[in-house]
């Protein structure tokens, strides 16, 4: 139940195109769904987040959709750069309890964009 | 504003040492997680400290500890190093450690031979 499920595993999309990547979770309780950026021999870096109550955010060229009750959510990169290529991976968290600081991730998605 | 500091960036141990690590939060935040990530599993949580006092831990073998100073500053240790312990340490800070948002720093490579 803790578990988040990111697709695809890897991704290769023209300079321009759009970059969809999806992810699901099966815990209700999270409430908190970030969306992070890693390139090689970085941290991962804070790109844009999401709650529940809301079902679309949008910052710059990236959005991310979120279907509540399919227990979905998903990053769409617009016009994408060579300079997004990247990793990218989904997370989410729940507010209290015992689950402190706590981000659950997903497998990641490697994304080349091709100039 | 300086973003989360970690030492050091990489490091080399052998099999049964032990190796400390350490995390400085960005100013004003209070909440640090530590976090493995390797090629296999992923970006796993270790443990979370707040106010120097542990609130969370993942599923982690006692091998792996950590503590909290009075500034925020974080260190966590691992004892007893095996191979599967290499990996990229990650460390994050956030205001409260609840529903904020997380900054990680570049992280630690450790490798064990």
């Known amino acids: 139940q803790q578990q988040v499920k990111q697709s695809p595993q890897s991704l290769i999309v023209q300079k321009g195109g759009i970059s969809i990547i999806n992810c699901a979770y099966e815990n209700t309780a999270f409430d908190y769904f970030p969306w992070y950026q890693q390139f090689p021999g970085k941290g991962p870096a804070l790109l844009i987040a999401?709650?529940?109550?809301?079902s679309e955010k949008k910052e710059g060229r990236f959005t991310i959709s979120f279907n509540k009750s399919a227990k979905q959510f998903s990053l769409h990169i617009m016009d994408s750069q060579p300079g997004d290529s990247a990793t990218y991976f989904c997370a989410a968290s729940m507010r209290g309890g015992t689950s402190y600081g706590k981000l659950t991730f997903g497998q990641g998605t490697i994304l080349t964009v091709h100039p | 504003k300086a973003g989360v500091t970690q030492t050091p960036r990489y490091l080399i141990k052998t099999r049964g040492q032990q190796v400390t690590l350490s995390c400085s939060p960005i100013s004003g935040h209070r909440s640090v997680s530590w976090y493995q990530q390797t090629p296999g599993q992923g970006l796993q949580f270790l443990f979370e400290y707040f106010s120097e006092t542990q609130r969370n831990k993942g599923n982690f073998p006692g091998r792996f500890s950590g503590r909290q100073f009075s500034n925020s500053r974080s260190e966590m240790n691992v004892s007893t190093l095996e191979l599967g312990d290499s990996a990229l340490y990650l460390c994050?800070?956030?205001?409260?450690?609840?529903?904020?948002?997380?900054?990680f720093g570049q992280g630690t490579r450790l490798t064990v031979v």
């Open positions: 994050a800070s956030s205001l409260r450690g609840l529903d904020t948002e997380a900054f």
């Open positions: 999401i709650r529940p109550d809301v």
